[in-house]
């Protein structure tokens, strides 16, 4: 086993028990808490009444302080549907709730607006915006949407984005061939291979997060590049056999492997049909590859 892939593998252990990891692997984390444990919080009744001594005493489980904790808490609510338009959202109300300062109840609203959750209007107060103005490509909103009951249809239209990002990706990538990126997918592939065999789920995400963020970063288009933060947050809160990339299988590593020799050959096509070939590795894909659908 390579230095990468040892590295890479303590990195994914010490994520899973709540450590800091080494390198610049961070910037995929994965949702350790079950769909289950985050769906249906009615309103402030059912918000966790724990929250704010709880994060006096540690970080979230993505590393958030006590400010972070609260967007989260607020933005799941939002989104789940717990906190809507009919009542403002009083920052008094919230600071007494969860038993936090006012200065992390504004900044925490601040970053909500940002995400285009709420507005605050002079006379009118902090308000939850109609969906149509959320920012639906921000990470975090993927993945409250993706553990709501809108889940469905976010996981279908995080498949049909990927559907049409990744292919593309894929097939400009093969232009723009870099030894120094050629090795980082092969090692990429191997942390993958070595992860299935030892049954390690979680090295084997990170690692496909890795590969997949880089062909898109790869591929010379700024636009494209800007999404790679959704392909790596699609394949956070995927959540089941949607497509190759989710369940570690020998059909998968070797499509990923495919990919990598297409990308060393320079051949754009092969490599964007490889693409679509692991997009599709599993027969239930069919219901969130793009097909026409009435309106």
Known sequence: ????????MTAARSADSGLASPGGLDRYPYAETPAVDRVGAPAWDGADPELGRVGRRAAGS????LHGQLVQQLGQMIVSGDLGAD????PEEIGQRFEVSRTVVRESLRVLEAKGLVSARPNVGTRVRPVSDWNLLDPDIIEWRAFGPQRDDQRRELSELRWTIEPLAACLAAGHGREDVQQRLTDMV????HAMGQGDALTFARADAEFHSLLIQIAGNRMLEHLS?????ALQVSGGPATGCERPNETSLA???RIVDA????DGAAAEAAMRQLLTVHPE??????APREH
Request: a positive charge; glycine letters at 18%.
């Open 190 to 193: 191997e942390i993958m291979g």
């Open 229 to 233: 933060g959704i392909v790596s947050a």
């Open 263 to 266: 990308l060393a050959g320079g």
């Open 87 to 90: 009542r403002p959202l009083v």
């Open 255 to 257: 499509q990923h492997g």
């Open 1 to 8: 086993m390579s230095t990468l892939a040892h590295t890479m």
């Open 62 to 65: 993505r590393g958030r302080g």
């Open 285 to 290: 894909v069919e219901r969130v590859v793009p």
